[in-house]
């Protein structure tokens, strides 16, 4: 049996029986940047284990590196590049949004290739919440607007890509 995730949002509570990749995300909440010369090595985890070494600073944007590391982590198929909107390319679009299902944001212009990405949780009239990596410089959950997502996406097992 998974486990059952309480959370606070918009000042109820909501209890969810999350997948694996949702389970991984969650497992690092709270993790964050640390001020000044020093990194956080959970953060350069995020990028060293899935292939960007060279990356060595926790001031380097992180949301896709922590979405490819919790997606690679779940063996789900995952971008591998550090830009957001890299995955509206990676599994299937859906609509509505899934609980856990990856929420791709467009950020200072809708055609600038800024973005920003993380896994859905739920949603307003107006917001999106989004668990996330670089939201206020740690893994938390943090409202956007909703008019800036562009698309959401729900990512497969390696072994099974077409599921």
């Not at 949002?9 to 000044?36: H, T």
Request: aromatic share 12%.
């Amino acid at each position: 049996m998974q486990p059952i995730w309480e959370l606070n949002i918009l000042n109820f509570k909501i209890g969810i029986n999350v997948n694996n990749m949702l389970e991984i995300a969650l497992g690092q909440y709270g993790i964050k940047e640390i001020a000044g010369k020093k990194h956080n090595p959970l953060v350069l985890r995020y990028f060293q284990e899935t292939g960007h070494k060279w990356v060595h600073t926790d001031e380097t944007a992180w949301c896709t590196a922590f979405v490819n590391w919790c997606a690679m982590k779940a063996d789900k198929v995952y971008s591998n590049k550090l830009n957001a909107r890299s995955y509206l390319a990676i599994g299937k679009s859906i609509r509505p949004p899934e609980l856990g299902c990856i929420a791709i944001l467009w950020r200072v212009h809708i055609t600038s290739w800024k973005g920003h990405v993380g896994f859905y949780i739920t949603e307003d009239e107006k917001n999106v919440y989004l668990l996330g990596g670089n939201q206020h410089n740690k893994v938390c959950i943090k409202p956007y607007p909703r008019n800036r997502v562009l698309g959401y996406r729900k990512l497969f097992g390696t072994s099974n890509a077409g599921e």
